[in-house]
């Protein structure tokens, strides 16, 4: 089963509010990712686990809180979030936590806007 | 320092037309792999393709089909007889070490029946 799913798939929310965004694998992968995509650009690398573990995060805000609390499971906490934080938020896993070369696998995304 | 290179934003192509969408990459890491994912309305990167910088072999899958030329640093991807279905932005990408990918801007292709 090659699937990584994620929810909510669309999330309107308030520049005060506290809301997750949820990411689920059952391929054995040791390594999950967030991505932030705005329209018409590629993905952007947020955080990176392997082995459970925050291995990379690209100077991301503090209002974006990532959780990893087991291996098939991967959380992105946000609050006090800003309009100009709308976009897609991409989730991925890879079969090793650090290896070169594994192709990421990617769940739908979650459509978030911030009013 | 790596990148990625897709210079064709758009291209609209005739359904049933060959098409070939463009990637050059720059690093100077001697092991490297190189990916292409399709990214349809729906928003899910797809994978397609992963090539290791060992291996310059050309591989055809289906109608799909990639040319890696380390000599011009480019690993294109050519769709034969291309179908609405085909409509989509394609991603390039570079991964160097570890986890990280290095994305080009990607190239939205639209088939017209």
């Known amino acids: 089963d090659t699937e990584v799913t994620q929810t909510p798939k669309h999330l309107v929310m308030g520049m005060t509010n506290k809301k997750s965004l949820k990411c689920e694998q059952h391929?054995?992968?040791?390594?999950m990712y967030w991505y932030k995509q705005k329209a018409k650009k590629p993905p952007e690398l947020m955080f990176v686990y392997s082995y459970e573990k925050l291995s990379i995060n690209e100077s991301v805000p503090s209002r974006f809180s990532p959780e990893c609390p087991n291996s098939s499971l991967l959380n992105l906490h946000l609050h006090a979030l800003q309009p100009e934080d709308s976009a897609l938020y991409l989730c991925?896993?890879?079969?090793?936590?650090?290896?070169?070369?594994?192709?990421?696998?990617f769940g739908p995304g979650t459509r978030l806007t911030v009013l | 320092a790596q990148k990625v290179t897709q210079a064709q934003t758009e291209i609209s192509v005739v359904e049933k037309e060959d098409v070939t969408l463009d990637c050059v990459y720059e690093t100077r890491d001697t092991t490297y792999y190189l990916f292409w994912y399709k990214q349809p309305p729906s928003g899910e990167l797809v994978f397609l393709i992963r090539?290791?910088?060992?291996?310059?072999q050309n591989e055809i899958s289906g109608r799909y089909s990639w040319n890696f030329q380390k000599s011009t640093s480019s690993f294109n991807f050519t769709i034969t007889a291309s179908q609405v279905v085909d409509s989509a932005v394609y991603f390039c990408a570079l991964s160097v070490t570890g986890n990280q990918f290095y994305f080009g801007t990607g190239t939205s292709l639209t088939v017209i029946p």
């Open positions: 991925a896993s890879s079969q090793r936590g650090g290896g070169l070369g594994n192709e990421q696998f």
């Open positions: 090539r290791n910088s060992f291996d310059e």
């Open positions: 391929m054995g992968h040791r390594a």
